[in-house]
């Protein structure tokens, strides 16, 4: 576990593919764990260690995950990502290539939980919800594109779905069209950077995730 940031009042690690945020079961062990395990060691705390879960990834999803410290920052987080004003940036590798070198993508989302899974459309349903991010092309690399997203919604599996969407599905992510899988299901998706006004000093904050193996592989 790679620890990015840490104060009084939040931790930001670096999360692996194939590992949850939160505890599952049969799963290895969450980063919620881990990171409550690392404080604990590190401070010499008795008893549980408070750890407020603010956002999550998916489990074939790396990068960079924020926790909250106290419940105070907590408090104050969830309000900021509510309001969207915590910036998200992702790094993605996806097959073929979007139209266009840069572009803002608008769908209606609907998912279905039985199957895990959520449908973009084009045009807004019943049952949907708007999604929106804006993508622009990094580079090429054989027969795929590398892909800087900024998402500007919230939604489950947003960018999986809207990629799959435009034809670019992201390797390895054969839920989503795919056309085959990575080793322990990861897929080349990775949440590359935070940023938001610190809720409790004011502070500019912005935390980056190392590149990922297959950015440069």
Not at 23 to 48: A, I, N, T
Not at 114 to 141: C, D, M, S, W
């Amino acid at each position: 576990m790679k620890v990015l940031f840490e104060d009084n009042h939040l931790i930001a690690v670096e999360k692996r593919s194939g590992q949850s945020v939160q505890p599952e079961p049969g799963k290895p062990v969450s980063l919620e764990e881990e990171v409550k395990q690392y404080l604990k060691d590190k401070y010499h705390k008795p008893g549980d260690v408070f750890l407020g879960v603010i956002h999550r990834l998916d489990m074939p999803v790396s990068g960079v995950v924020l926790f909250a410290r106290t419940s105070k920052a907590l408090e104050r987080m969830n309000k900021l990502f509510h309001d969207r004003e915590v910036h998200k940036w992702y790094i993605a590798n996806v097959h073929g290539a979007p139209d266009g070198e840069e572009g803002l993508i608008t769908h209606y989302l609907k998912r279905d939980e039985k199957r895990n899974f959520t449908k973009a459309f084009i045009n807004e349903a019943p049952g949907t919800q708007k999604a929106q991010l804006e993508y622009e092309v990094l580079g090429h690399k054989k027969n795929s594109t590398i892909l800087k997203i900024k998402l500007l919604t919230g939604r489950k599996h947003q960018i999986r779905a809207q990629l799959a969407a435009l034809g670019c599905p992201i390797i390895g992510d054969t839920k989503y069209g795919s056309d085959k899988p990575l080793p322990e299901h990861a897929i080349r998706l990775q949440s590359a950077e935070l940023s938001f006004t610190h809720p409790v000093t004011g502070d500019a904050i912005v935390i980056a995730a190392g590149p990922p193996s297959w950015l440069t592989n």
